[in-house]
Each structure stands twice: as C-alpha cells, then as structure tokens.
C-alpha cells in the first residue's frame, strides 16, 4: 500500500508563535518543529505500511528551516520525503497550500492520503479536504479508528456526540484525530537512518505551477488575542452536588 | 576544539527529553512513594535502543558511543534518577562487562536481550565486609567436576532482583596469585541458578525505585564457560568497567543537577515573599548562579571524559574528575534547591525532595569521593600510603 501523511513544520508548538509581518506567523528565523498534530498521522501512516508491507512517503510544504520537523517524521519511520520550498510560497493561504500539496502527492500514484485534522498554528482545518477535492478522490475525515477493507478503509469518524462508522473507497484523504494512534518515539536507530533517507527538495516550478496558482487569494485584516475563557462553575455540595454535575454534564451533552 | 554535538545527538537528546517528560515524569511520585520497579518504562526504554546504545548493531544495539549514552543517562536523571540508573546499571555494569570481555559464544548467548532491554544483567562486586578495599573480596568460586562452586555473598547489587534480571556477574577468589596476593576472577551466574539467594530489597534513603539486593551464594554452580574472559583477570577487568561506568555516573549527576535548576529557576520566578517574585532576591540569585557553573563545569568535564573513551584514548583520570566533581556538585545543588523551595521543598512529593535523597548515592556509588580523591593523588604519582 502506498500511503502520503502530510506533515507541517510548525512554530514552537508548545508556545505562543509570534505573529510577523502581514499578521502572518513568523517562519523564518525561529525554531520550528514537527507539528505534534502531525504525529498521529504519521503513525497510522507506519502501522498501515507495517500491516501491509508498504510504504510510507512524508510531504510538506514551508521554508527551508522545515527540513528537521520532516526528518522528524523519517526518524519515526517511512521511506521517503517531499519538501516543497519557495520564497514564492511565504505567505500562502489554505487554497494555495492545498494546490502546492496536491500536486507534490500527484507525482505518484497513492492509496491513501494521511493528514491531521488541522495544524496546530493555522487552525483552518480546510486544507486535506481541498487536497482531496484537487486529486479528485475520495475523503473521510475526523477518524479516530481505521482499519483496512479490501480496497477500502473503514473508519470511525470522530463526531459532537459520538461517532459515525463510515466506509471509504481508495484511493482518499483522511484526517484523524488524536486518539487514532499513539504515536511512537523515535530510537536512536531511526534518527541515524533518517538521514540517509530520499529527501527531495521542491520549487513550484518543478511541480510545473505558476506564481498566479499560488498566490494567496486571501488576507488577514486582523489578529485578536482570544478571549479570556470565563470561570468555571463551582459547585458547593449540598447533598446534591453529584446530580448537580450530572447536569451539567449531561447539558455539555458529554454523558 | 568542537563543542557541538551531532545533529543526530541533538535529535536524539530531545527524543529522550519528551520520554522523560512525558512518560516518566507523570509516573515519578508513584515510583519513589510505591518503590516498585518501573518494569513498564524500563520495557519502552528498551523499545527504544536505550540498552543497547553503545553496543554494535551485530548484538543488537544501537551502533552510538558513551557520549551518546550519557546524553540518554543525563537527561533521565533531570526528571527520575531511579529511571536513569537502572539504565547506567543495566549498560555499564550489566552488559558491558560482557561485551568487552565475553567470548563470542558469551556475547551470542547473553548480549542481545541484554542490549534490548528485555533482560538487565548485574554486576557483584561489593560484599557486606567492604566495597572500596575489592581486593579484599571474600566471596570465593572452585573449579570442581566441570563447574565453579561459588560461595559468599554481595552487598548493594544493582538490578539484581527484578522480573527481568538475566544474571549477574559476580567477581570472587579462585586461588592466589604468584606474589602471595588473591587471584580474582569474573563469572556469569545466570538468575535463577539453585544456591543463589537474592535478599529482599533494601529500603534506600534514595534511589526509591532502583532495584538493589543482597545476594548470597551456597554452593552455586555453573558451569565452566561461566568464567568471565581470562581467570585471574576479576581486578583489571572491574577497573576498566568502573573507568566508563563513572563517566555514566557523572551524566546522572548532571541531570539531577539541572534538573535542580530548573526546578529553582521556575519557582524563584513564580513565588513571591515581601511583594516580590523570590528569584528578585540577590542571595537566591547567587544560588541559582552557582547552580549554573555547577552544572556547566559537570557536563563539560563529563563529556570530555565520555569524548576522550570514545577516541579510544585513555581517560581514567577524566572519568574520575568528573564523577568526582559532578556528583559533589549535584549533592549541593540539591540542597540549595530544596534551600530555594523552603519548607515546599521538604515535602516528598516535591521534585527537589526526591532530587535531595536521590543526590547522596552520587558520592558513593561505583568509588566514593574520597576513593575518587586517592586515585586522582595517585594519578599525580604521590607517593602510594599501602606500600
Ligand atoms: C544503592 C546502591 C547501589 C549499589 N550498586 C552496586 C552494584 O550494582 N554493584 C556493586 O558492586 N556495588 C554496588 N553498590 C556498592 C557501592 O559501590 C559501595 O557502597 C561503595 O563502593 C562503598 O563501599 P562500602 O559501602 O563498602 O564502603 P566502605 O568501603 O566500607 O567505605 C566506608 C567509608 O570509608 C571510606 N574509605 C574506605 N577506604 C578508604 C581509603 N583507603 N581512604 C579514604 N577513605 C576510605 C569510604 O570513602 C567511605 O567513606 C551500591 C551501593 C548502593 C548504596
């Protein structure tokens, strides 16, 4: 089975990211990382290829810094990764990533297409859905299981009150969440392989797109600090206090 | 001069970093309350080549160097030195002495689940009569019908009674030396073997979740090839084990050390006396200065120790400065940091508690300080106080 995960090297992930120019995250010049969202992916990604022999190829998009965070994901295991570059890309929205990123999976014929449900510093979520739409596959999102059908994967689809079961034909995109796998660490054997792993380095132009393609056709106008979350509830036991949190609960639809 | 490690040391070291945070951290409390060996995480640590790492693939190891083992060692002992010293205990005293002395057919036979972590091996030198005078041992071992006989008892022995101690290497007498002196010699007694009797663990002022026994020997037989490469060689063979077993120490060391700091660093920041964060006081500043070079001077001096081993180049008077240095530092900086933390910091469960009762062994185990101390005289060529 030939299987993609996307990966994204993002900035410190367990930080706040700075917001540079253009209200966009600054990239260059910061430490950046394997988006831990990612990791999920990537070890579906390596559990799939082990029970079917097959092989596992990383894509990514992002600036030259992004080489480590892919290695990364090489030094967990796979064969092989894509890292498309280019200062024509700093800036790209969603719909531009999603065409850079369809056309690098392109270049080979795939099964299945892993990514995380969204990437923990843009957040759009929209992204492995256009991918899908671009490669004119199937997609399946949210899975929080999967197991392989003959030509086909069956998944739980990870929903506000439970799940759904859903059966997808491949090729497709799917996005999982993080209760799909726990993702391994790497030893020590993996981070030395991973450097002698294929690692190809990308432009646009070697996927044969134009500037026009991926140009953003969005901006931001404004960044805003979140809003502070409320207190929470507190609840004084007067002899009801459970049922009173079973209320609760039961009104966040949570039991 | 080259102070950069390599990228892959790098990735390596944080790879090691997350496991400690992630999954020993939340687990530490527990293990130093209950004392129970961590069997679960000893296993994951296996999973990921941490037994095996300066063992040649051929056994089943990871290919790395000492370096690279006190990079794993260091950055265990930040969060759990139980943890870290199961691993030093388990590579340099269980499984090299085996690799470095062992037979192909040895090696074969005992290294790859010892270099997998699915077995840990340890080492008896210490009796109940003494540790720092070995060449006062009073074990013995007889050749007789085919098999050493071996009779006496070990004191203090590390991961010698857990669920997955495949044998330990037990030095003992096998007959006396031209020169009238004892002749001493290393031999392999697989767990389980009828007379070995391992005691009951110790209750340890530190150390909380490391498995240490008392063994005795009545009548234990193995058989011949047990022996440990060349009879007579025991007393130079445990040296040479003691020379990279104390760069692993000083790694331990160091990580309990910076784990002091940065323990102290978090809370001086956050804590306030007299409408000031603590930190903004000038005497916990020095404190936490102090603790800096203390840890800077360590680790320097330990990784120059590991780097010289893995040259090929002798480093056994580097080895003994920075065991020295680095587990003399790491005592005072555990002080100061319970000093840092007042009366939170005497409380159990705090980590700079633990750190405090788990620092003391540093200065005891495999050579004490004042042992350091007359072999790195000796070094200078002073005079010799036996002869
Ligand atoms: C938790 C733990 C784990 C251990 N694990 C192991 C293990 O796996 N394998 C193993 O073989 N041993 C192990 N040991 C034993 C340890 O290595 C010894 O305790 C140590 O070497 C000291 O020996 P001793 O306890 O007999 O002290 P002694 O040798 O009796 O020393 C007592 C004191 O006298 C001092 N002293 C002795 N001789 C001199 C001298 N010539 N000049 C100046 N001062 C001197 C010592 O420095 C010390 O302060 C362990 C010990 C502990 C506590």
Known sequence: ?255 | MDFDLTEEQESFRRTVREFAEEVVRPRAVEFDRTGEFPLDIVRRMGELGLFGIPFPEEWDGQGADLTTLCLAIEELGRVDSSVAITLEAGVGLGAMPIFLFGTQEQKRRWLPPLCRGEALGAFGLTEPGGGSDAGATRTTARLEGGEWVIDGSKAFITNSGTAITSLVIVTAVTGERPDGRKEISAIVVPAGTPGLTVGPSYRKLGWHASDTHELTFSNCRVPEDHLLGERGKGFSQFLRILDGGRVAIAALAVGLTQGCLDESVSYARERTAFGRPIGAFQALQFKLADMRVAVETARLATYRAAWLRDRGRPFTAEALIAKLHASEVAVAAAREAVQVHGGSGYIDDVPVARFYRDAKILEIGEGTSEIQRLLIARDLGLPDARS
Do not use: H, W
């Open chain 1, 1 to 255: 089975m030939k299987i993609v995960v996307l990966v994204k090297a993002v900035p410190n992930p367990t930080g706040t990211p700075e917001i540079g120019e253009g209200f966009r995250l600054k990239r260059e010049g910061v430490e950046l990382a394997l988006d831990p969202g990612d990791e999920y992916g990537v070890e579906l990604g390596l559990q799939l290829a082990e029970q079917t022999g097959g092989e596992v190829t990383y894509v990514s998009m992002g600036p030259a810094g992004a080489t480590a965070a892919v290695r990364r994901a090489l030094s967990m295991g796979g064969d092989r990764a894509v890292l498309v570059t280019d200062p024509a890309l700093a800036g790209a929205d969603a719909l531009a990533t999603a065409r850079v990123l369809a056309a690098a999976v392109g270049r080979q014929p795939f099964d299945l297409v892993i990514a995380g449900a969204e990437s923990t510093d843009g957040y759009t979520g929209t992204l492995p859905m256009a991918v899908a739409e671009l490669l004119g596959v199937a997609s399946a999102s949210f899975a929080r299981r999967v197991e392989l059908r003959d030509g086909a994967i069956r998944l739980e689809r990870q929903t506000a009150d439970g799940y759904d079961v859903v059966e997808c034909p491949l090729p497709a995109v799917l996005t999982v969440t993080a209760g799909v796998a726990s993702p391994r660490y790497p030893t020590l054997k993996g981070i030395m392989q991973a450097k002698q792993k294929p690692f190809e380095q990308l432009t646009v132009a070697d996927l044969g797109l134009s500037a026009e393609e991926v140009a953003a056709t969005q901006t931001v106008e404004r960044v805003d600090a979140a809003p502070e979350r409320g207190r929470g509830e507190l609840v004084q036991d007067a002899g009801d206090g459970a049922a009173r949190i079973a209320e609760f609960l039961a009104e966040a639809k949570v039991i």
